[in-house]
T-cell receptor, first 117, second 114 residues
């Protein structure tokens, strides 16, 4: 079984400050990790992924995430937050073995990011 | 930039009625998925589809649900007899070939069962 935990329902930061949205995961085997963002009344937009290689991965809109195997974490970060970053952020995991057409994503409960002036 | 599209954006139906939610995945993608998100809850996997057959399904995806790829472009989710608890946002997603890892999601269909 695979699972994702996002311990914070909401994160508030001031514009210009660094932000971190936390994610921990549990999976049997190598994890493939993803971050998605959801704006109001919109679908999920892919931000970044970790598959293998460097633990620090960079994605869209200046976001990055750090994979930490020992802590089973994949926290989302951005050095300087913008008001326009305010949205709902989802961490997701799947087992990193490509078997047939499966490879479902398991999502966390989401973290609402609010960036204020 | 290619994207996944879904129709309708909002569907209202009476309990017990059949609904069909439609999706057009990204062209040349091979793997297709349906997820749902009940209001205020997390996104849940329903079913994955590859090579014209279901490759995996969740416990939610019972006999009332079915999926089909009737032609080379559409991917549909049918709910035969809707229940109140089927009210949710339904997302379609697609993924490229074997080496592609990320799934691309459509904007969703909000299903309201009265």
């Amino acid at each position: 079984a695979q699972s994702v935990a996002q311990p914070e329902d909401q994160v508030n930061v001031a514009e210009g400050n660094p932000l971190t949205v936390k994610c921990t995961y549990s999976v049997s085997g190598n994890p493939y990790l993803f971050w998605y963002v959801q704006y109001p009344n919109r679908g999920l937009q892919f931000l970044l992924k970790y598959i293998t290689g460097d633990n620090l991965v960079k994605g869209s809109y200046g976001f990055e995430a750090e994979f930490n195997k020992s802590q089973t974490s994949f926290h989302l970060k951005k050095p300087s937050a913008l008001v326009s970053d305010s949205a709902l952020y989802f961490c997701a995991v799947r087992v990193g073995i490509l078997t047939g057409g499966g490879n479902k994503l398991t999502f966390g409960t989401g973290t609402q990011l609010k960036v204020e002036l | 930039e290619p994207e996944v599209t879904q129709t309708p954006s909002h569907q209202v139906t009476q309990m017990g009625q059949e609904v069909i939610l439609r999706c057009v995945p990204i062209s040349n993608h091979l793997y297709f998925y349906w997820y749902r998100q009940i209001l205020g809850q997390k996104v849940e996997f329903l079913v994955s589809f590859y090579n014209n057959e279901i490759s995996e399904k969740s416990e939610i995806f019972d006999d009332q649900f079915s999926v089909e790829r009737p032609d080379g472009s559409n991917f549909t989710l049918k709910i035969r007899s809707t229940k109140l608890e089927d009210s949710a946002m339904y997302f379609c997603a697609s993924r490229g070939g074997q080496g592609a890892n990320e799934q691309f999601f459509g904007p969703g269909t909000r299903l309201t069962v009265l």
